[in-house]
């Protein structure tokens, strides 16, 4: 169980997404005698999405999370305020999601969002407002002091999200705590019920938080105009096999939407956004043993230019044993010992050892 658990009379930020992961996170923390503020940032304005009449989305931010988390504040006693970060959601997250898939890559937002918004921006709030500790409702730990700092993995697997907070830095890990990185999501749910939350039973939330419908294709043609970036779709043995309408409308691996006869199945294994080519290949072009990654952060240093560790290129993926290389410029390379599927440019790649986080980087 995290200390701040056991512990009191300690100012505490909390950023409640109004979902159950926060709510019980600000509960427990007022439960157990600490001074809680509860912290809601606004980042996108949903009236620029129309959805079908009656269609919902499990989405997070959304303005019934800001109603339920004011609800949940109000039920726990405590005061609530919500902070707009519009802007700074548009230049940091949404921006570079839009030029990362006009320019060949596919991004990861959420890290982004964790990195600039909640880390740097509500940190600094939380500052402002003289607090001990910003806390959210990450499914991850952090131990250590003194500068000494360390971020591991959840207790509970199927939850763990130490892969989205690499970026995380020793100033910042001084004031960020993750009380429910000991607990399951079983246990959550189980203290939702005991407290009686609004939303206890809220449903998880889903898909991009800007992209509620999960048609990122929409979403990137509303913010840059349709018609860009057509082009080939070409063989690996450099066959035009045929036409695209665009490349930010594909991803690495991909199958489904290409409009290819063909003998055996075939996937995206490259994109050309310079040359608007889409490359297409058998699965076994998918296989992929090394790569390099870059702007990375180490949150513990290396301690030689060449190591073993293990590396997960995906959220959904397993980390997989690997020779670590450090290049220099925020550069690493990584040779898997065995082949992997999927390495997707524009992706995150988080280096452990064992359930701690050693660092991360953006695959180039």
Known sequence: MSDLLTSSCRRIVVA???????????ALL??????????????WDYSKFEAPDGETFGTCCSLDDVYDARRVAEQVGIPFYVVNFEDDFQQAVIDPFCDAYFSGRTPNPCVLCNQVLKFERLLRRARELEADYLVTGHYAVVTGGEGDYHLRKGRDAGKDQSYFLFTLTPEQMRMVRFPLGGMTKAEVRAHADRLELRVAEKPESQDICFVPDGDYVRFLEEERG??????DIVHVDGRVLGRHQGTYRYTIGQRRGLGLSWPVPLYVVGIDAGERRVIVGEKE????RELVIDGVNWIVAPASDRF???CRIRYRHSEQPAEIRLLGDGRVGIRFDQPQRGVTPGQAAVIYRDDEVLGGGWIA
């Open 226 to 231: 349709p018609g860009r970036l057509d082009g």
């Open 16 to 26: 409640m997404s109004g979902g159950v992961d926060s709510s019980v996170t600000a």
């Open 308 to 310: 073993r560790a293990a």
């Open 285 to 288: 072009h998918l296989e992929v």
């Open 30 to 43: 007022k439960e157990a005698g600490h001074e809680v503020i509860g912290m809601t940032m606004q980042i």
